[in-house]
């Protein structure tokens, strides 16, 4: 069971793949206004500093998003039926947990964009870090994406994101060991 994504019974306790193909599908989130899910996907670290690209991906039941042979969209070599990603991060740079913005503290444009942690490396050091957003247009069957940086960090890498009830998002740091609020204006 490796390489997917299950659903769980909560019932039973019973669980079956719900899609495959994704190396660490780390982050995952509904979309609240369309009710996808989405994720992150962390790629291998033995195909050099440049490659594979992280993914974020449109998550649908019964699809396969090519681990461990297709990535960065790779459209040959048996990836011809491999579900493409809808965004990208950095090669390794170990994009995470993810997080639909639904408060109104933010200015309208921010609301109900997804923010994505950037981790940053082991393997290739010095990678920016930080909060991308990731806003979502609807494409046919899927999205397509327009990626920035929200937020960059300097010497810690942001792992945990939160939005709490009062509008602000909430960071952890792995490397500091701290929790940041984020919020819009001077509270």
């Known amino acids: ?12 306790g019973m669980g079956a793949v719900y899609a495959t193909g994704m190396r660490n599908p780390f982050g995952l989130a509904f979309d609240p206004a369309s009710g ?3 994720a992150t996907d962390n790629g291998r670290d033995d195909l050099g500093p440049d490659e594979p690209q992280e993914e974020f991906n449109h998550i649908r039941q019964g699809y396969d998003y090519g681990f461990p042979y297709c990535w960065d969209n790779m459209t ?3 990836c011809e039926n491999s579900s493409p990603a ?3 991060f950095t090669a390794h740079s170990s994009a995470n947990n993810v997080v639909f913005y639904e408060q109104t503290e ?3 444009n921010f609301q109900g964009d997804a ?3 950037i981790f940053g490396s082991w393997v290739v050091p010095d990678l920016p870090t930080g909060i991308m957003r990731v806003s979502l247009t609807p494409a046919g069957d899927s ?13 810690g890498m942001p792992l945990g994101l939160v939005v709490g009830p009062d509008g602000a998002m909430y960071v952890g740091d792995y490397i500091n060991n701290r929790v940041y609020r984020i919020s819009y204006g001077f509270p």
């Open 76 to 78: 040959e070599g048996g």
């Open 1 to 12: 069971r490796s390489a997917t994504i299950m659903r769980i019974d909560p019932d039973t």
């Open 106 to 108: 933010f200015p309208p």
């Open 36 to 38: 996808a899910l989405f």
């Open 115 to 117: 923010y994505v942690t």
């Open 86 to 88: 809808i965004g990208f």
């Open 143 to 155: 999205f397509t994406t327009q990626m920035a940086w929200f937020a960059t960090w300097e010497g």
